[in-house]
T-cell receptor, first 112, second 111 residues
Framework: TQLLEQSPQFLSIQEGENLTVYCNSS?????LQWYRQEPGEGPVLLVT?????EVKKLKRLTFQFGDARKDSSLHITAAQPGDTGLYLC????????????FGKGTKLSVKP | KAGVTQTPRYLIKTRGQQVTLSCSPI?????VSWYQQTPGQGLQFLFE???????NKGNFPGRFSGRQFSNSRSEMNVSTLELGDSALYLC??????????FGSGTRLTVV
């Protein structure tokens, strides 16, 4: 059974601070996706990383896929209150369409 | 274009009853997946349909079933509801292997 461990589980920081969220597995994935979910809503896709070692930037968010495609990280620079939410990583495998393996999530709170 | 639409948004059912949830994917998307989200277990995969065929299934009991229609709309059914079935049920649609668009979910409460 493939599992994705996310850390930390909770993160409460002040506006302007930097943070990193980690997503680790002992299994290899074809791709890794990051989602953000707000209360009462479905997850919204932020990015998909496919190649080992890949780095993608989305404004203040930087996503990295490990060389072995078993882990990923999300770094937020100068966090803002609007970044508050549940961040989820999800692994996908070819041949298992639709079957995303989700981590339990990191609940981020950014205080003004 | 319109996003993924799930109906109803909220539902309260009694133990032992059955429930049907509906999902309309983004126009042109042929793949629809269903997930259960609970505070303890997080998001867990239920099943995925593509062109009216179930391609993948998660580890849920047979009380959980689904289907997809020719217009790609999908329904999931839970029979003989248990208290533990209380959850947010999410559907996601996709037109490629990567990148899924989720609906806002149906919040099911079983009393």
């Amino acid at each position: 059974t493939q599992l994705l461990e996310q850390s930390p589980q909770f993160l409460s920081i002040q506006e302007g601070e930097n943070l990193t969220v980690y997503c680790n597995s002992s299994s290899v994935f074809s791709s890794l996706q990051w989602y953000r979910q707000e209360p009462g809503e479905g997850p919204v896709l932020l990015v998909t990383v496919v190649t080992g070692g890949e780095v993608k930037k989305l404004k203040r968010l930087t996503f990295q896929f490990g060389d072995a495609r078993k882990d990923s990280s999300l770094h937020i620079t100068a966090a803002q209150p609007g970044d508050t939410g549940l961040y989820l990583c999800a692994g996908a495998n070819r041949g298992s369409q639709g079957n995303l393996i989700f981590g339990k999530g990191t609940k981020l709170s950014v205080k003004p | 274009k319109a996003g993924v639409t799930q109906t109803p948004r909220y539902l309260i059912k009694t133990r032992g009853q059955q429930v049907t949830l509906s999902c309309s994917p983004i126009s042109g998307h042929r793949s629809v997946s269903w997930y259960q989200q609970t505070p303890g277990q997080g998001l867990q995969f239920l099943f995925e349909y593509f062109s009216e065929t179930q391609r993948n299934k998660g580890n849920f009991p047979g009380r959980f079933s689904g289907r997809q229609f020719s217009n790609s709309r999908s329904e999931m059914n839970v029979s003989t509801l248990e208290l533990g079935d209380s959850a947010l049920y999410l559907c996601a649609s996709s037109d490629v292997d990567y990148g899924y668009t989720f609906g806002s979910g149906t919040r099911l409460t079983v009393v």
